[in-house]
């Protein structure tokens, strides 16, 4: 070793993600430079190095969230947590319990089965608001109800026609119910509700990484840019010192966008700090189940779910061709059985066309016939196993009666694509679920509610998922979610084995230590 480590690990069982007769971990400048023993390591230190006991914990490749919105995730979890609301009942009276933010009501993470299958209106909740607005997001982050206050004060009065697939929803008569489906919808309501000042994202933002470090993660696959000022924030943060997780942001390309914003795009690129850079772009090629915006091969229980978010699919496949020609790897939301098969297609038409690795997030439902199409196109899967709790085994959630029994049969089907060959990188979604990392590696080895008919996945095919997978996903496999000399010194310590403990054990096992980019960020 030409020159000593500034962070030497010993006593751990190393996982590289397979298990290894190593105990000791060497890092130097972020990245690994030698494993070995605890007496190599003895050898290795310097003046300056750090030396970490971990005790007999097992030091395995960082984990990564594949897929997460830690920045944009702050302004959808604004507000009363609704996640514990069952009924319409226990609703309003969270509502009325509310503290108000300048006169508003925000709420976030309602569950659409608390509507017991009614249609989501804003008359539901009026009498527990006294006339405030109010601005209620539900848990899929695809959909909101405003009421009747909020709606005036945004001046929406009336259906409108979106670029993309989106909706007001309305009554018979054209007034407004409150039920705000996607983005364009949601997007109305912005300039009217109470806005956080810059130092507080950027405090609230630095304390939500440093939590998620403290779960395991030393890493996002972020599926937004957050806005037009993030790049700005992030460096900001990493002027003062270092973000506590890296972060690879993949920002959106919407129906619409012609060849100048594509090429604005391919720029963005180049952005990047120490430990966050730009990588990917996001589509959308459907919205959710439960709001009736998935892109079904036949309609849902209510004639919905037939409409592709971008009108004209056609257009979608021209610009991810485009993006692939300049070098730009692409992650498609899709989670209806027609829109899985639609980028699928997009994907196989660009064969013999060298370029980077393209991803599907969600994949909620999908049929035998697709399974391998992932392996043999070379997609890989992006899947969020703790979305299964919103679901129930027996059927009688809108997710589940939306689709029908066929389609539900085929919920989150993890381990079938793993079997069958393809790249499954794992991720929570967060806000849309919790960002503990050991939430997202238990559900995957036992999934739940409609998915828990199906088999789950190994430990380590679960520890594999947020490591070698998620680096193969972003097409990093050559540097990131091994741990090897020359990769990025990002690791994480358990006071378990997470390939070899039970779900149970492994959903609330200890972190004992967590590095990213080869700086402690969490140790207990």
């Given amino acids: 070793m030409s020159a000593a480590p500034d962070l030497v690990l010993v006593d751990a069982r190393v996982r590289t993600p397979d298990l290894t007769a190593h105990t000791a971990v060497a890092v130097r400048d972020g990245r690994i430079t030698a494993l070995g023993d605890d007496t190599d390591a003895r050898a290795w230190r310097g003046p300056g190095t750090e030396v970490v006991d971990l005790g007999g914990a097992t030091l395995t490749p960082g984990l990564t969230d594949a897929h997460s919105h830690p920045v944009w995730g702050l302004e959808m979890s604004a507000g009363t947590d609704l996640s514990a609301v069952t009924d319409l009942d226990g609703l309003r009276a969270a509502l009325r319990d509310a503290v108000r933010q300048d006169g508003w009501v925000l709420g976030h993470a309602l569950d659409h089965n608390v509507f017991a299958g009614r249609s989501v209106h804003h008359e539901l909740i009026e009498d527990a608001l006294g006339g405030a607005p109010a601005f209620l997001r539900l848990y899929d982050g695809h959909s909101a109800l405003a009421s009747a206050a909020a709606l005036k004060a945004a001046g929406i009065d009336g259906p409108r026609a979106f670029a993309q697939r989106s909706e007001i929803v309305c009554d018979a008569d054209g007034r407004p119910t409150g039920h705000l489906n996607e983005h364009a919808a949601m997007d ?48 900001a943060i990493e002027a003062d010192g270092d973000l506590p997780l890296r972060l690879r942001l993949a920002p959106w390309c919407m129906p619409g966008a012609g060849p100048e914003e594509l090429d604005e795009l391919v720029r963005l690129q180049e952005r990047g700090g120490r430990l966050w850079r730009v990588g990917g772009v996001k589509f959308f090629m459907d919205g959710t189940v439960e709001g009736g915006t998935a892109w079904l091969e036949h309609a849902d229980c209510h004639g919905q779910g037939t409409d592709a978010f971008w009108p004209d699919p056609a257009a979608y496949s021209a610009a991810v061709r485009r993006l692939h020609h300049a070098g730009v790897g692409t992650a498609t939301h899709a989670i209806g059985d027609a829109a899985v098969r639609h980028v699928l297609d997009t994907v196989a038409a660009l064969a013999g066309a060298p370029g980077p690795r393209h991803r599907i997030e969600h994949i909620e439902t999908v049929p035998d016939d697709q399974l391998g199409r992932f392996a043999a196109l070379d997609v890989a899967a992006s899947m969020q196993p703790p979305h299964t709790a919103y679901t129930r085994a027996d059927r009688t959630d809108e997710w589940s009666r939306r689709l029908g029994d066929e389609r539900a049969a085929r919920a989150w089907r993890c381990r079938d694509l793993r079997d069958a060959g393809a790249t499954l990188a794992l991720g929570s979604d967060w806000p849309i679920a919790h960002y503990d990392a050991r939430q997202v590696l238990a559900t995957a080895q036992v999934p739940r509610g409609a998915a828990s008919v199906r088999p789950g996945l190994t430990g380590l095919m679960a520890l594999e998922g947020m490591t070698t997978h998620a680096a193969l996903a972003a097409g990093e496999e050559r540097i990131a979610g091994r741990i090897a000399p020359g990769y990025r010194a990002d690791l994480t310590a358990f006071a378990v084995d997470p390939a070899e403990a039970g779900a149970d054990e492994t959903a609330t096992a200890p972190v004992r230590l967590t590095v990213s980019g080869g700086r402690i960020t969490f140790r207990s």
């Fill in 188 to 235: 109305l309501m912005t300039s009217v509700l109470p806005a956080r000042p810059y130092a507080e994202r950027r405090d609230r933002l630095v304390e939500l990484l440093s939590a998620m470090a403290a779960t395991g993660l030393t890493g996002a696959h972020v599926m937004d840019l957050g806005g037009h000022d993030v790049p700005g924030l992030l460096t």
